[in-house]
């Protein structure tokens, strides 16, 4: 499987962005999760989705953040609103076979976007 991640760009504090990562193979049916990693911090866990329709958040995003899948396009999507500052990171999209109990964790999923760039302007 092979991810393709992209949408990030510069926005004002308060705005939205939509990311989309497309995904090759039998995507469709993976897990899949969106990291992101700001300079000099770890790759943290941002959203993951299960079965196309089970979300999971990071205490940090959730009621900003939306993850789903777009199955006529074989991608999944996350919309940001309300961003701030603090959003500001190399998002990365990843995907694994089966669902596990640590989705959270970066090690869990075999298969990694190449990252796209978020910046968010106080």
């Known amino acids: 499987v092979q991810l393709q991640a992209s949408g990030g760009g510069l926005v004002q504090a308060g705005g939205s962005l939509r990311l989309s990562c497309a995904g090759s193979?039998?995507?469709?049916?993976?897990?899949t999760a969106w990291f992101r990693q700001a300079p000099g911090k770890e790759r943290e866990f941002v959203a993951a989705?299960?079965?196309?329709?089970?979300?999971f958040y990071a205490d940090s995003v959730k009621g900003r953040f939306t993850i789903s899948r777009d199955k006529s396009k074989n991608t999944v999507v996350l919309q940001m609103d309300s961003l701030k500052p603090e959003d500001t990171a190399v998002y990365y999209c990843?995907?694994?076979?089966?669902?596990?109990?640590?989705?959270?964790?970066?090690?869990?999923?075999?298969?990694w976007g190449q990252g796209t760039q978020v910046t968010v302007s106080s």
């Open positions: 990843a995907a694994r076979s089966i669902w596990s109990v640590i989705y959270y964790r970066a090690e869990a999923y075999d298969y």
């Open positions: 193979g039998n995507f469709g049916s993976y897990a």
């Open positions: 989705l299960r079965s196309g329709r089970f979300t």
